[in-house]
């Protein structure tokens, strides 16, 4: 059965902290990983990151995917409040099923 | 990337009845899907939403249940019926916009009393 864990499943730090969100999965034909930030109801797509290992990133946001280590991290530097929300990790699977296997999530509190 | 729009955005339903969600894109798009995710969970694909033939269901999910429809390449509608209290959640659509991000749609959130 295809799986995605994502770890911590909360965390809460102070403005201005670094924080390491992961994200690992244990699936059949891996084609590609993609993270999201979900604050309401709508997720919105932060990166795509595929085997080549090429690392991704956005301002302040960056991530990278280890094919060795079947994993990937998202940082996000010098946080501010409204990077508070639920990130999300999905894996998207090849073989023609192009439908998304999400983790549960990240939620993420930042204390100004 | 396309412009999704998801009607209605919120609904309180009665136990037994249904809901239809409409799901509109503003350009083609080849993929579309449906998923749920329920209160303090991570999103659950239902279906892919296959223009001009059935909807390919995930296990768990049945067309009895989540019928959906797909005329044309820019809309879809997602019915949930014979509504129970289990099925409040938030239903969203999302479609494939460079093979193989998807972007959702702003959501349904429904609610069964």
């Known amino acids: 059965e295809d799986k995605v864990v994502q770890s911590p499943l909360s965390l809460v730090v102070h403005e201005g902290d670094t924080v390491t969100l992961n994200c690992s999965y244990e699936v059949t034909n891996f084609r590609s990983l993609l993270w999201y930030k979900q604050e309401k109801k709508a997720p919105t797509f932060l990166f795509m990151l595929t085997s080549s290992g090429i690392e991704k990133k956005s301002g302040r946001l960056s991530s990278i995917l280890d094919k060795k280590e079947l994993s990937s991290i998202l940082n996000i530097t010098a946080t501010q409040t409204g990077d508070s929300a639920i990130y999300l990790c999905a894996v998207v699977l090849g073989g023609g099923a192009d439908g998304l296997t999400f983790g549960k999530g990240t939620h993420l509190i930042i204390q100004p | 990337s396309a412009v999704i729009s998801q009607k209605p955005s919120r609904d309180i339903c009665q136990r037994g009845t249904s809901l239809t969600i409409q799901c509109q894109v503003d350009?083609?798009?080849?993929?579309m899907f449906w998923y749920r995710q329920q209160p303090g969970q991570s999103l659950t694909l239902i279906a892919t939403a296959n223009q001009g033939s059935e909807a390919t269901y995930e296990s768990g999910f049945v067309i009895d249940k989540f019928p959906i429809s797909r005329p044309n390449l820019t809309f879809s509608t997602l019915t949930v019926s014979n509504l129970s209290p289990e099925d409040s959640s938030i239903y969203l659509c999302s479609v494939v916009d460079g093979v193989p991000k998807q972007y959702f749609g702003p959501g349904t959130r429904l609610t069964v009393t």
């Open positions: 350009s083609q798009v080849t993929m």
